[in-house]
């Protein structure tokens, strides 16, 4: 993994925009909102047999296709990373910054909250077991954590080639997109003829770099300058041969399914995205700027990792207090998809938003504190990448239990020590700054 110096930016590149964007900001903030709300709904417990059961509440449903449609934002969520990043990176560089310090920042503004929340978990998953919890219960509460830490490694991937695909970006703007959606589209097709489903986990990479390509198109202002009817047409186009994959039966018509592993669909669903964000950008950005849309957009971003790492703890706790309250009293948790389970979802989905929200004021501290001094060693920022993926991959191969979550806390805090200079701390921009435009 090169960490790539770009050369010098030349006049004729687009102007930087003043000021921050707050259609984007707010995008970004309904995008994690989404995240949450998706992952909420996603979540089943029951009691059988007086034992607590969790599940998949979506498994094997038909009303998880149009909710995936409309909270399936991920696609969204990478170009705007992309639009932010390449902004950022090209900020970095006016002033006199390299590409290894740019990745020393992601690296060290990525893993620092993540080590905290892992760590806890791990403290938590060691705890319910002390007191009786059984091993099956700590065992399914440690994988289900470890789920959605996908988002962690493939960011920090992202984030890290950065600087090299904004270098490829100036040079061949449209060949290294195609070459990113080419791939994407062979893993599929490779994956399609073998049989093996593994091999769609390659997607992991050229999917979601691609999005991220995306991001940049929006970011040097190409995108704006498409006619609307342009535009409208990429987004129409997209949204028919989506359509067409579905009932041609290439990819399912359930998006939750797409992204695991990650399959071309997403490709489309992030043109679809993209092109109504560029058409309705001039409303988006007017309603943004309304206090409250605004006082939104500024307490999720500026804790977007955190709200991250931390909702899927909030939702298992939900649910093992669901399934305690249930078993103290006696009364029966309705069964998922029933009439009664789809009556309680207002309240669980507004609840679950409420303590994502007050668990992530309780900790905003550790995503907002100020960087230390970073290193612009190309080699040291090439370990921490590596080390940190790697502490991420071992949670999501194995699952999180006491000892991955050990070993994954212990490699993220090596990680950073590489990506750090010194001890002695700077005025640098905080973890928030990683995923919007400085």
């Not at 007050?358 to 990448?385: I, W």
Request: net charge positive; proline share 5%; hydrophobic share 55%.
């Amino acid at each position: 993994m090169a960490i790539v110096e770009a050369p010098p930016f030349t006049a004729q590149q687009a102007p930087l925009p003043s000021g921050r964007d707050t259609a984007i900001d707010f995008l970004r903030a309904l995008c994690v909102v989404g995240v949450v709300l998706l992952h909420a709904i996603m979540v089943g417990v029951t009691v059988v047999d007086g034992a607590p059961v969790f599940e998949n509440a979506s498994e094997g449903t038909g009303w998880i296709v149009p909710v995936s449609w409309m909270l399936q934002v991920m696609p969204l969520f990478f170009i705007i990373g992309g639009f932010a990043g390449f902004l950022a990176h090209r900020r970095q560089r006016e002033r006199g910054g390299t590409a290894s310090g740019f990745v020393a920042a992601r690296v060290h503004r990525l893993l620092r909250p993540a080590v905290f929340a892992i760590g806890i978990v791990g403290i938590a998953l060691v705890v319910l077991s002390l007191t009786g919890v059984p091993a099956e219960i700590v065992g399914v509460a440690g994988f289900r954590y470890g789920q959605p830490l996908w988002f962690l490694g493939v960011f920090l991937l992202c984030q890290a080639l950065l600087p090299a695909l904004a270098t490829a970006h100036a040079r061949a703007p449209i060949s290294t997109l195609a070459v990113l959606v080419a791939a994407s589209l062979a893993v599929d097709g490779l994956r399609a003829l073998t049989g093996v489903d593994g091999l769609g986990f390659i997607n992991l990479a050229f999917v979601w770099l691609a999005l991220q390509q995306v991001g940049f198109f929006l970011a040097d202002g190409t995108i704006e300058r498409l006619s609307r009817r342009c535009r409208a047409v990429c987004g129409a186009a997209a949204a028919t041969v989506l359509v067409a994959t579905f009932v041609s039966g290439i990819y399912s018509p359930d998006l939750i399914a797409n992204i695991n592993p990650p399959t071309g669909a997403l490709l489309l669903v992030g043109v679809v995205h993209l092109s109504a964000v560029s058409l309705f950008r001039v409303r988006i950005e007017a309603f943004s700027r309304r206090p409250r849309a605004a006082a939104f957009a500024a307490f999720v971003n500026r804790r977007t990792m955190t709200i991250y790492l931390w909702h899927m703890p909030v939702l298992l706790g939900m649910a093992g207090l669901s399934a305690v309250a249930a078993l103290t009293t006696g009364l029966a948790l309705p069964e998922p998809s029933s009439i009664s389970w789809w009556l309680s979802r207002p309240l669980w989905l507004v609840t679950a938003l409420a303590l994502t929200a007050a668990v992530a004021v309780a900790f905003t501290r550790v995503e907002t504190r100020p960087s230390p001094v970073l290193t612009e060693s190309p080699r040291r920022v090439l370990g921490a990448v590596t080390v940190g993926l790697t502490a991420v991959v071992l949670l999501l191969l194995i699952g999180t239990t006491v000892l991955t979550a050990a070993v994954a806390v212990c490699g993220m805090l090596w990680a950073l020590r590489l990506a750090r200079r010194s001890h002695q701390t700077a005025s640098g921009e905080s973890v928030a700054h990683v995923v919007r435009v400085a």
